[in-house]
């Protein structure tokens, strides 16, 4: 038996087993059922509370993350502003700076060609000046002899007419010294035919000696005699022709050949006006193979070559009996160019030819050499502008690309941002859906299926209606 006692009248009493356990029962449903009502109210609270937060922290990520891109997309709207503005500026300088400087070029080249142009006009003014005159001293010159040749004729009629008269006289005379001016004739031929078999026969002496001589003299020795020759003969006038000259022997034989003797002349500033390679042959030079004066040429050429030489000079005395080399100074410009060939006499005269000429070219050559530097430098500063230029292009093209690239990175934020903006809406549908199922929940439809629960809550509906 169990005892139990009323909570509103205090009055104990007892019931037995099976009752206390049908009470019991009644409790703990009872106390079942308010418990389930309390957690489905506070699931309910707690539900409503979440979606609540959550959707008030998906509204403040949102925000976030919109800021966030909002103030990143302005700053590189305007770095990329500042960059382009910069890029503009750095344009407009460089390429108003080069276009001064060419401007400045032109004018300059413009005027080196008009101050040429004017000396050019002024050359051929005076040119023209002396020949009028030398044209006018000729006609002067034509007149005087034209004056003398009239004054010629007029005396020799007079001299005829009294030659005329005299011969009469003359003949006579010439008669009576017939006799003795061929007796006198006999004599002088006499005299002469004694004189010339005498000089003749001196002159074949001296031949002898000479043979005997280069008989007895080597080859190295005559070849050392015609180089001291000209030596001689250049430092005999050096100090009076050609005081800042250089001629000297070519001892640098680095090359595998070397020629005799190399004359170099310096103006006053120390600038080369002419160099000239030379070389001495004798008749005791030639060989089984070189003969002639052509042989040596080819070598001659290589030596003035090596040596930096502008002209070369064969001295020489091969085929002494070849009218063109006896003539005076042979050119061979058709077979190497600025090659000369002489006999020794010739030797003064044709550095003197040379120099003089070197010397009235120095100023063309000054001017040609000043107007190629300045083409040289308009050709560095068109190479630099063209390498500024493709420097520029391709550091744009780095900019450029990289600029690209930022977009991308943006469009990729950008997609990354609307990626998670779709998730946070599919999570926020999600949530909502989930909400409405949970209003959707009653106690009719948990208890739909199952009996035990639906007599439980009818029980205590009908209890709270008592």
């Known amino acids: 038996m169990h005892e139990i006692i009323c909570p509103h009248c205090d009055k104990a009493f007892k019931v037995d087993e099976s009752g206390y356990a049908a009470i019991l029962k009644q409790v703990r449903d009872?106390?079942?059922?308010?418990?389930?009502?309390?957690?489905?109210?506070?699931?309910?609270?707690?539900k409503v509370s979440a979606v609540e937060l959550a959707k008030a922290e998906l509204r403040n990520d949102l925000q976030k993350a919109a800021a966030a891109k909002d103030a990143e997309v302005r700053d590189l709207r305007s770095k990329l502003e500042a960059t382009e503005v910069a890029q503009r500026l750095a344009i407009t300088d460089a390429l108003s700076a080069v276009e001064k400087e060419r401007d400045i070029l032109a004018n300059e080249l413009a005027q080196a060609e008009r101050e040429r142009k004017a000396a050019s006009e002024l050359a051929d003014a005076l040119l023209a000046s002396e020949q009028q005159k030398i044209a006018a001293a000729k006609d002067r010159e034509?007149?005087?002899?034209?004056?003398?040749?009239?004054?010629?004729?007029?005396?020799?009629?007079?001299?005829?007419?009294?030659?005329?008269?005299?011969?009469?006289?003359?003949?006579?005379?010439?008669?009576?010294?017939?006799n003795q001016v061929k007796l006198e004739k006999q004599l002088s031929e006499q005299s002469?035919?004694?004189?010339?078999?005498?000089?003749?026969?001196?002159?074949?002496?001296?031949?002898?000696?000479?043979?005997?001589?280069?008989?007895?003299?080597?080859?190295?020795?005559?070849?050392?005699?015609?180089?001291?020759?000209?030596?001689?003969?250049?430092?005999?006038?050096?100090?009076?022709?050609?005081?800042?000259?250089?001629?000297?022997?070519?001892?640098?034989?680095?090359?595998?050949?070397?020629?005799?003797?190399?004359?170099?002349?310096?103006?006053?500033?120390?600038?080369?006006?002419?160099?000239?390679?030379?070389?001495?042959?004798?008749?005791?030079?030639?060989?089984?193979?070189?003969?002639?004066?052509?042989?040596?040429?080819?070598?001659?050429?290589?030596?003035?070559?090596?040596?930096?030489?502008?002209?070369?000079?064969?001295?020489?005395?091969?085929?002494?009996?070849?009218?063109?080399?006896n003539a005076g100074i042979v050119d061979v410009f058709h077979r190497y160019p600025k090659m000369y060939v002489i006999r020794p006499q010739f030797f003064l005269p044709m550095i003197t030819l040379l120099r003089n000429a070197a010397n009235n070219s120095l100023k063309y050559k000054t001017e040609l050499a000043l107007v190629k530097a300045q083409n040289v430098d308009i050709t560095q500063f068109e190479n630099q502008l063209e390498t500024f230029k493709n420097a520029f292009s391709k550091n744009y093209d780095l900019a450029s690309r990289n600029f690209q690239t930022a977009i991308n990175e943006i469009d990729k934020s950008i997609d990354h941002l609307q990626k998670t903006k779709d998730a946070l809406i599919g999570a926020d549908?999600?949530?909502?859906?989930?909400?409405?199922?949970?209003?959707?929940?009653?106690?009719?439809?948990?208890?739909?299926?199952?009996?035990?629960?639906?007599?439980?809550f009818a029980e205590l509906k009908s209890q709270a209606a008592e």
Do not use: W
Request: aromatic content about 6%; charged content about 40%.
């Open 429 to 456: 549908r999600n949530l909502r859906l989930a909400n409405d199922k949970a209003q959707d929940v009653t106690i009719k439809k948990l208890t739909r299926g199952n009996p035990t629960m639906a007599a439980k």
């Open 192 to 325: 002469l035919k004694d004189k010339y078999e005498t000089q003749i026969k001196d002159r074949d002496d001296a031949i002898e000696r000479l043979k005997d001589m280069k008989a007895r003299l080597s080859t190295k020795m005559i070849g050392e005699t015609l180089e001291q020759h000209c030596e001689t003969e250049f430092n005999r006038v050096r100090s009076m022709a050609f005081p800042l000259a250089y001629f000297e022997k070519d001892n640098d034989a680095r090359t595998g050949s070397k020629g005799d003797y190399i004359f170099r002349d310096l103006d006053e500033a120390g600038t080369e006006i002419i160099s000239i390679m030379f070389e001495m042959k004798n008749e005791s030079d030639r060989t089984a193979t070189k003969s002639k004066n052509e042989d040596f040429l080819k070598e001659l050429d290589r030596d003035r070559t090596e040596k930096g030489c502008e002209y070369a000079v064969l001295v020489s005395l091969l085929e002494p009996d070849s009218e063109l080399y």
């Open 30 to 46: 009872k106390d079942f059922d308010k418990e389930i009502h309390e957690r489905l109210e506070l699931a309910e609270r707690d």
């Open 142 to 178: 034509i007149q005087e002899l034209k004056s003398k040749l009239q004054a010629t004729e007029f005396e020799k009629k007079l001299a005829v007419t009294e030659a005329v008269n005299a011969i009469a006289k003359e003949r006579d005379e010439l008669k009576s010294g017939i």
